[in-house]
Each structure stands twice: as structure tokens, then as C-alpha cells.
């Protein structure tokens, strides 16, 4: 284990800031270099460096000097802030997804990851337990990115044998790093606001039911992909990965539970329209046959748990 080398980019985002700290429990924190566009929060955490994944030739540098075995891309622009500028997002998304997997080719890394999103989606997709294999059609420039996204680490799998594996993440809820610009984004401010506030005033209408999940259990997963036998995974798009679905009302009623006099309204704007566009809850049973998954955290469970570290 100790001899992995791992390079994560975008790393100081919501999901990095914590696969950076599970990664280093594992693999010890000499072993894992975190790259963003900025200094991380924690300098001492463990090695860290300075990395546009926009600059191609960047990319090959670092992977010359650290010599990772794995990547982790994470970098990319989120589905609301995307929106606002599509073609910056378009170029971001798909240009550094294509430098890494390339660069991982001729420089010889053995294991990729990078997330997809259930906003590789849309709207005629099947919403409720939504299948692996179905209907693609995302309306959002983030979906789009995601949905090419899993076609190039497909085609990178099947043409060079790059180990690339990948999750279609739901919203992830965490606590420790703000998140970076999603449609799932209420479900992380509504525990800001009802803890300190006791109001929210949510962007999505009160029954928009969306698949989300427990930073923690995504961590777990993220791992437990990563650990799987290559010759046991059916899936080189990107998995189905599901934790637990829930409304605006219906997680307003669980924080409820802890904190009585917590009020919301709704005022549902542009982001509304992403988020119907995509499921209400997501068939994983491909992840559960081929590596195991299952999530641990309900919607009881993770409210306590977020309330209780805010
Ligand atoms: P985030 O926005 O919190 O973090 C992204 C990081 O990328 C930021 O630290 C940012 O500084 C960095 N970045 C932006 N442009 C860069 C560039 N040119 N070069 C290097 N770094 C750059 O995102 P996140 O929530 O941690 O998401 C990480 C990945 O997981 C993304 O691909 C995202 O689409 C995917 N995902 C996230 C969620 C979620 O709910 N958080 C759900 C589904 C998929
Ligand atoms: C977003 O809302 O953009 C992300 C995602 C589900 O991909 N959280």
C-alpha cells in the first residue's frame, strides 16, 4: 500500500479537501500531492502544489516529477456556475478530462479516477431508480461535459487499457468544505441557516426529491472502486452510486426533529430547471454486484451528524 503515489486536482474543492485526508490516513501523508489553482487551507497537511489543469503541458510536468501511480481528477466547474458561462465550463470540464487521460497514457499511470454526476441525466430519463444503462440526454452544459465525459473514459479503457474507473456521484453533503457551485448546494446551507438562523429560504421548489449522499459514504465508495479488482468491473462509463433521496420539506422535517422552531420557504430560481431535469432516485445495483457498495448513512443519520459538527 505505502508504495502508491497519489496526485489529486482540483484538491482543495468539497469532495478533495477530504478524499486528500482519507487518502493520507491510508496511504501515509508523504504519498499524496494535492494540486488546486491556490495554496491549500491546510499547508501542512501534507505535499502540495500548484496545478492549472488547463495548461497540457503542466499536467505532464507534474506527472514527470511525482511520478503518481494514481490520479484523482477532480477539478471541473459545477452545474450552476456553469450555466452562467458555458463555454468556460465546456472548456474546463472536457479539456482537462482529455490532457489527464492522455497524459496518464503516454506517461504510463496506472489508475484514474474521475467523477461523473447524476447530471449526466435529463429529462426523459427514467427518474425514479433510474437504470445504469438508459436514456442520456442532459440539458445542462455540466451534463453534457459529464455524459462526453464517460464516453472518453470508456474509449480510453477500451483503446489503450487505461484503468480508468469513475462514479456518477449524487449531491454530496458535507460539512467540512463549502461546496463549489451545484444545484445541490440547498441541502448543504439549509444546516448553516437552520443551526444558526433557524430559516432557510430554499432555491428549489419544496418537492423536488433529488438523489443525494453523505460525504462520508462518499468517500468510502470512492475507495472501495478504487480497490476493486479491475477484472470484476462491467462498468468503464461510470457507475451508478446511490445513498438516499429526499425533498426540500422532507429534509426540512428531519432538521425539524432536532431543532424545532426551524422554519423554510422556497423561492425557487434558475437552478429549479437543472434540478428537474434530472432523477428523483438512482438504481446502483451494478455497484453493489460488481464492488460491493452500500450505503450507511440514512436521512436521520445524517442530519444528526451534520447538526452535530456544524
Ligand atoms: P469543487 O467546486 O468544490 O472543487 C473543484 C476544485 O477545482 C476547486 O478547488 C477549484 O479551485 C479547482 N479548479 C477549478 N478550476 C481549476 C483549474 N483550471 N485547474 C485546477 N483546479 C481547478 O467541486 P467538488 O464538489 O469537489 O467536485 C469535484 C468533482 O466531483 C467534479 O468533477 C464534480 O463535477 C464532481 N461531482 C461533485 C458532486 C458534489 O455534489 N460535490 C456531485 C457530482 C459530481
Ligand atoms: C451539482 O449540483 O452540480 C453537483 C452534482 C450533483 O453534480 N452537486
Known sequence: MGAERILITGANGQIGSELAEALRNRYG??????????????????????????NRKAIEEKFRRYRPTQVYHLAAMLSAVAEQKPLAGWNLNMNSLLSILQASVDLGISKVF????????????????????????????YGISKKAGEGWCQYYFGKYGLDVRSIRYPGLISYKTKPGGGTTD???????????????????????????????????????????????LRIRSSYNFAGVSFTPAGLADAIRKFIPEFRIDYKPDFRQAIADSWPHSIDDSFA???????????LDRMTADMLAHI
Open 29 to 54: 501523508q508523504d504519498h499524496i500531492i494535492t494540486t488546486d489553482l491556490r495554496a491549500p487551507a491546510h499547508p501542512d497537511a501534507g505535499p502540495w502544489d500548484i496545478l492549472d489543469v488547463l
Open 114 to 141: 474521475w467523477p461523473s454526476s447524476i447530471g449526466a441525466f435529463g429529462p426523459t430519463t427514467p427518474k425514479d431508480q433510474t437504470p445504469q444503462i438508459t436514456i442520456m440526454d442532459p440539458t445542462t452544459v
Open 186 to 232: 440547498y441541502a448543504i446551507a439549509i444546516f448553516h441557516a437552520a443551526k444558526y438562523e433557524q430559516h432557510y429560504t430554499s432555491f428549489l421548489r419544496a418537492d423536488t426529491e433529488l438523489p443525494m449522499m453523505y460525504m462520508p459514504d462518499a468517500i468510502r465508495g470512492t475507495l472501495q472502486l478504487m480497490d476493486a479488482p479491475a477484472e470484476g
Open 288 to 298: 453493489r454486484e460488481d464492488w460491493g457498495w452500500q450505503a450507511g448513512y440514512d
